[in-house]
């Protein structure tokens, strides 16, 4: 029986919506917006990956080291918007595109090894050790990413950057990701059920495979690019048609 991975809950623009503009002003303030809480991002998934990965190693966690890997492939993600949201590049198209292929491409890093790494452990019967350290990660990161994400994709929807909504899908992504995985430390530690560690490094994998190809396509961001056409001097103009482009 096949199982289809869940998407990430997406707010969506009615097709019918009109024109809507925003100033140079705004923009650049929005894109500032961006890059600090592209920062924080970056601080707490490099946090996060660490321990997660150490937590990990000790356990025997293949689940827990693929979302530790997880949370340092965020942290690059991270580092691609701060690029797209400084100098010059604010107001690039190109910059744009670029960024939002360089962090759809975040996604494709982890899915082979944490996928090989959990066949291999529900083959072998590998059992992970009980982790405190795992859960209680978890568990901020469960209360944690979710805010990140629903800022930035909120701000992604105002200046149409597939880019930065790529990025706050990511932190989405960790957020569902750490539910899981919570899910899976709980089961092994109260009832002994090993094998759950390596079935959530699977869904770690197929999550981010699709995550990863709706980034690429600019699918799910519900709204348009504003950069390459003006309605005024001064004023950048949001797309009428609900939907991203490709």
Known sequence: ???????LPLASVPASSPVATISRDRYAALA????????ISLGLMSA???????????????????????????GAASVVLI??????????????????????????????YVAIESVRSLVNGDRPDVTLLGIGLATASVI?????????????????????????????LCAYLAGALLVGLLANALMGAWWLDPV????IAGVAVREGVESWRGDGCCVGSPLDHLAVEGEIAVCDDGCCRS
């Open 144 to 172: 944690v990413m979710p805010m990140l994400g629903i800022a930035k994709q909120r701000i992604a929807d105002e200046i149409g950057s597939a880019a930065t909504r790529g990025e706050g899908r990511q932190n989405m």
């Open 200 to 203: 959530v490094g699977l869904l």
């Open 32 to 39: 500032g917006r961006v890059r600090r809480l592209s920062w």
């Open 48 to 74: 996060e990956g660490l321990v997660a990965i150490v937590a990990g190693v000790l356990a025997g966690s293949i689940a827990l080291v693929g979302f530790g890997l997880d949370s340092f492939i965020e």
């Open 83 to 112: 690029w797209r949201m400084s100098g010059a590049r604010v107001f690039s198209q190109h910059a744009e595109d670029r960024a939002q292929r360089l962090v759809a491409l975040q996604f494709f890093v982890l899915a082979p």
């Open 1 to 7: 029986m096949s199982i289809e991975s869940p998407s």
